[in-house]
């Protein structure tokens, strides 16, 4: 099996995980205990955060009319001002894109200054198996309580300034802890602050576009720009990889939700925080 292929496997892995509550990190441990590439560690360690690269590109296609702030004069359904340069600025995704970054403070911060530290502290099986046990019992909680504002908030636009700072801050325990999931602790935090489960989703993946893309610029950086040929094609191919089953995916859990809750997700996580304990431990 080559790399090519190894990594066709890590982009399909990524491009599930990283839009379902569940942790992609824990998956990535597991399968990188039977999937190993043939490539140098520092290559890896990247490979893993930029093939979110792929994933993003998703979430900027399906989400392109709520995230792209500019329009034609004639076609502008909300300028900030009516003639002007101003005309072509679309007002509410303006106002989206400043509760995004928001959101995104936190996490930044703490990620440029502590992120290699973090890493070593955190990134370890029984860390990420503690998380995944924990935020999959949160999940199940949370479903089961009958919350007195559950629900209230049932668009994106209408998430408040305070909102999308505290979801912030529950997205920064993912960034501090491997394992919580990303989109699962902003999802949990969305729904304590009363917003539906549809647009706590769709706000997830709307802040992830800033989040990802600066931790995969971040990592590119660190590794440096000289690539092998091959680990430009290792590399392109989980992007590709990883954007394409994402789309797949978004659709399906924008689908699901209107229908269901995250329990499910919450049941699985355990199992797999179990599964990470368990063979970490006998292995």
């Not at 007002?91 to 959101?103: C, G, H, Y």
């Amino acid at each position: 099996m080559t790399d090519i292929i190894r990594s066709i496997i890590y982009g399909i892995i990524e491009g599930i995980t990283e839009w379902l509550p569940v942790s992609s990190t824990g998956h990535m441990i597991l399968l990188n205990e039977f999937v190993k590439m043939d490539q140098s560690e520092e290559f890896f360690s990247m490979f893993l955060v930029v093939i979110q690269l792929g994933a993003i590109l998703a979430v900027v296609i399906l989400f392109w009319n709520k995230l792209w702030p500019f329009a034609s004069k004639k076609n502008n359904p909300d300028p900030i001002k009516p003639e002007g340069i101003l005309s072509v600025f679309v007002k509410p995704r303006w106002i989206m894109w400043v509760k995004i970054l928001i959101a995104c403070v936190p996490a930044a911060i703490v990620g440029v200054l502590f992120d290699d530290m973090l890493d070593e502290l955190f990134y370890n099986p029984t860390c990420v198996a503690i998380a995944l046990i924990a935020f999959g019992i949160a999940f199940i909680v949370i479903e089961s309580l009958e919350l007195k504002n559950a629900g209230t908030t049932t668009s994106i636009d209408d998430i408040t300034y305070k909102q999308a700072l505290i979801i912030g801050c529950w997205q920064l325990i993912a960034a501090v802890f491997p394992g919580t999931s990303r989109s699962g602790a902003t999802i949990i935090g969305a729904l304590l602050l009363g917003i539906s489960r549809g647009a706590a989703a769709e706000f997830t993946f709307l802040l992830a576009v800033p989040v990802m893309l600066g931790a995969s610029l971040l990592k590119v950086v660190k590794f440096g720009f000289d690539f092998t040929g091959m680990e430009i094609a290792v590399l392109l191919t989980g992007m590709v990889t990883a954007f394409i089953v994402s789309i797949v995916i978004i659709r399906f859990l924008l689908g699901y939700i209107r229908k269901h809750n995250f329990k499910v997700f919450g049941y699985y996580r355990i199992v797999l925080g179990l599964m990470v304990f368990g063979y970490f431990a006998f292995k």
